[in-house]
């Protein structure tokens, strides 16, 4: 799981700022979002132009040269802080699986290119390259002496050295660091950020364009869709019609039988797209969803959360302006993030009242200023 990122002269990220999930409080209720003393479920706020999107894409850099999955190039320009005059872009990425913490850290000028990257593992410096220099190293046993630099036509100068060492993976020996290598490999590999009204705007975890409603269909949940439509008060008769050799979704009336994709309300499709990406959750090892209830009511926004809390294996995140969330009853104070000059700070670290209990109404204390940054 992530315990800890950040990033520098990203974006709107001047300096750097610290996405920290390894520090809840001791709350009694909804302990069930905390992993071994990591926050695995959150939601964050901020007001427009503070960076939440740009969050979403700065932990999702890493998915870009350490995996073949899906990416949205065209929502990382510009890339560097436009008002530094650093020539690059710096990230850290904590994680820890099976009690052994991974730290990868690497610079970059732009989205694509690599400038350098670190990996330790255990508190081992595993892996080191300066692609500057064109030289570097890596200690993990079996393939020390798999050759880094840029003399084949396998690798070349712009390729990650971390993922060049995992192609190799077949020779590592079988030893507690190689498998945390793997782990934390496999991990980014299911990473999944995804926006709730673009069928395409997703990166990670998958390759290539979907149909969501084809993809309900595919997964044989037509049945369970309809019903979870249903709960949500839209009552639709879902069937599956052949539309010139592919599946569709299709509403059927006492009158005719049309395209769900026809009728259905600019929320009701958002819905059916955020159910799709639902499907797949329990595959995934951290979601990030940018604004994911714009078009909701509040009581499906707050449904949606529910249901998310649920899944035990995936960490998940969420941007928002809805205030409706803030809530004891829905997730806890230290599962709040507020984003707000250059720094990403939880409703517990920016309380005044330190010992914030469950009956606080932390949204009319959000309105009233009581979480402004300091």
Same mark, same amino acid.
């Given at each position: 799981?992530?315990?800890?990122?950040?990033?520098?002269?990203?974006?709107?990220?001047?300096?750097?700022?610290?996405?920290?999930?390894?520090?809840?409080?001791?709350?009694?209720?909804?302990?069930? /979002?905390?992993?071994?003393?990591?926050?695995?479920?959150?939601?964050?706020?901020?007001?427009?132009?503070?960076?939440?999107?740009?969050?979403?894409?700065?932990?999702?850099?890493?998915?870009? #040269?350490?995996?073949?999955?899906?990416?949205?190039?065209?929502?990382?320009?510009?890339?560097?802080?436009?008002? !530094?005059?650093?020539? =690059?872009?710096?990230?850290?990425?904590?994680? =820890?699986?099976?009690?052994?913490?991974?730290?990868?850290?690497?610079?970059?000028?732009?989205?694509?290119?690599?400038?350098?990257?670190?990996?330790?593992?255990?508190?081992?410096?595993?892996?080191?390259?300066?692609?500057?220099?064109?030289?570097?190293?890596?200690?993990?046993?079996?393939?020390?002496?798999?050759?880094?630099?840029?003399?084949?036509?396998?690798?070349?100068?712009?390729?990650?050295?971390?993922?060049?060492?995992?192609?190799? %993976?077949?020779?590592?020996?079988?030893?507690?660091?190689?498998?945390?290598? /793997?782990?934390?490999?496999?991990?980014?590999?299911?990473?999944?950020?995804?926006?709730?009204?673009?069928?395409? $705007?997703?990166?990670?975890?998958?390759?290539?364009?979907? !149909?969501?409603?084809? $993809?309900?269909?595919?997964?044989?949940?037509?049945?369970?869709?309809?019903?979870?439509?249903?709960?949500?008060? /839209?009552?639709?008769?879902?069937? !599956?019609?052949?539309?010139?050799?592919?599946?569709?979704?299709?509403?059927?009336?006492?009158?005719?039988?049309?395209?769900?994709? !026809?009728?259905? %309300?600019?929320?009701?499709?958002?819905?059916?797209?955020?159910?799709?990406?639902?499907?797949?959750?329990?595959?995934?090892?951290?979601?990030?969803?940018?604004?994911?209830?714009?078009?909701? #009511?509040?009581?499906?926004?707050?449904?949606?959360? %529910?249901?998310?809390?649920?899944?035990?294996?995936?960490?998940?995140?969420?941007?928002? #302006?809805?205030?409706?969330?803030?809530?004891?009853?829905i997730l806890r104070p230290d599962a709040?993030?507020?984003?707000?000059?250059?720094?990403?700070?939880?409703?517990?670290?920016? %309380?005044?009242?330190?010992?914030?209990?469950?009956? #606080?109404?932390?949204?009319?204390?959000?309105?009233? $200023?009581?979480?402004?940054a300091k």
């Amino acid at each position: 799981m992530l315990k800890e990122f950040s990033v520098t002269n990203f974006k709107n990220y001047k300096n750097k700022a610290v996405f920290k999930l390894d520090n809840p409080n001791n709350y009694e209720f909804n302990d069930e /979002i905390i992993n071994n003393g990591i926050i695995t479920k959150g939601i964050v706020y901020g007001i427009n132009g503070s960076g939440k999107s740009n969050l979403a894409l700065a932990l999702f850099d890493i998915v870009v #040269h350490l995996t073949e999955k899906e990416k949205l190039f065209i929502k990382y320009a510009p890339y560097l802080n436009l008002d !530094s005059n650093k020539p =690059c872009a710096e990230f850290k990425y904590v994680f =820890c699986f099976n009690g052994m913490d991974v730290v990868y850290t690497y610079e970059k000028k732009d989205v694509m290119t690599l400038l350098r990257e670190k990996l330790t593992i255990n508190g081992e410096e595993v892996l080191e390259y300066d692609f500057s220099l064109n030289g570097g190293y890596t200690s993990l046993k079996g393939v020390e002496n798999l050759a880094l630099t840029a003399k084949n036509d396998y690798i070349t100068n712009r390729n990650s050295r971390v993922k060049y060492v995992f192609g190799n %993976s077949e020779q590592l020996e079988d030893n507690p660091i190689n498998k945390t290598f /793997i782990d934390f490999m496999k991990f980014v590999d299911g990473m999944l950020m995804f926006y709730c009204l673009d069928e395409k $705007g997703y990166q990670g975890f998958m390759v290539g364009p979907d !149909s969501y409603t084809q $993809g309900i269909i595919r997964e044989n949940k037509l049945q369970e869709f309809e019903n979870f439509l249903r709960e949500q008060g /839209i009552d639709y008769n879902l069937v !599956s019609v052949d539309v010139n050799g592919v599946k569709e979704i299709y509403c059927k009336f006492a009158k005719q039988t049309v395209p769900f994709m !026809s009728i259905a %309300s600019t929320g009701t499709k958002s819905l059916a797209l955020f159910y799709y990406w639902y499907l797949k959750m329990s595959k995934v090892s951290f979601a990030f969803v940018d604004e994911f209830d714009a078009f909701y #009511h509040f009581e499906l926004s707050q449904t949606l959360i %529910s249901l998310i809390k649920k899944l035990k294996n995936t960490q998940i995140f969420f941007s928002t #302006h809805n205030t409706d969330l803030l809530s004891n009853d829905i997730l806890r104070p230290d599962a709040y993030f507020i984003i707000a000059n250059n720094k990403i700070e939880s409703i517990n670290e920016l %309380s005044k009242e330190r010992d914030l209990r469950k009956a #606080h109404n932390i949204q009319k204390m959000y309105k009233a $200023g009581t979480f402004n940054a300091k």
